[in-house]
């Protein structure tokens, strides 16, 4: 093997991996400013029920009253105070990253 094609590979090598750093930097950006979207509907619409957002917590799916969700949901459960009263309210969002999903969907209280 001579030095010019050991050369080429080392090249090829150092350009793979920045390419794959480069793509999981822009992974994270997308996730990033999905999960932002998420949070601000969730103050969107608890606020249009005439709640305040008191707390915001990504669960899994056996801790939540869904039966179904895929790797493109997020659950929340959204603690809210309305009223003077604590509430609970369910929101499992379409993250776009996945074609295992539901729907998006919300489980408000009465």
Same mark, same amino acid.
């Given at each position: /093997?001579?030095?010019?094609?050991?050369?080429?590979?080392?090249?090829?090598?150092?350009?793979?991996?920045?390419? $794959?750093?480069?793509? %999981?930097? @822009? $992974?994270?950006?997308?996730? =990033?400013?999905? =999960?932002?979207?998420?949070?601000?509907? #969730?103050? !969107?619409? #608890?606020?249009?029920? &005439? &709640?305040?957002?008191?707390?915001? *917590?990504?669960?899994?799916?056996?801790?939540?009253?869904?039966? !179904?969700?895929?790797? %493109?949901?997020? #659950? +929340?459960?959204?603690? +809210? @105070?309305?009223? &003077?009263?604590?509430?609970? $309210?369910? +929101?499992? =969002?379409?993250? +776009?990253?996945? #074609? /295992?999903? *539901?729907?998006?969907?919300?489980?408000?209280?009465?």
């Amino acid at each position: /093997m001579e030095a010019s094609s050991v050369n080429k590979s080392k090249w090829m090598i150092i350009l793979f991996m920045a390419g $794959a750093v480069l793509l %999981g930097i @822009l $992974a994270y950006m997308g996730m =990033s400013t999905t =999960s932002k979207e998420h949070v601000a509907k #969730i103050h !969107q619409v #608890i606020q249009s029920k &005439g &709640g305040e957002v008191q707390q915001i *917590e990504v669960v899994p799916k056996d801790k939540s009253p869904f039966e !179904q969700s895929g790797k %493109g949901n997020t #659950i +929340y459960k959204i603690t +809210y @105070l309305k009223n &003077g009263k604590t509430l609970t $309210a369910w +929101y499992r =969002s379409d993250n +776009y990253s996945s #074609i /295992m999903k *539901e729907k998006e969907e919300w489980i408000l209280p009465e």
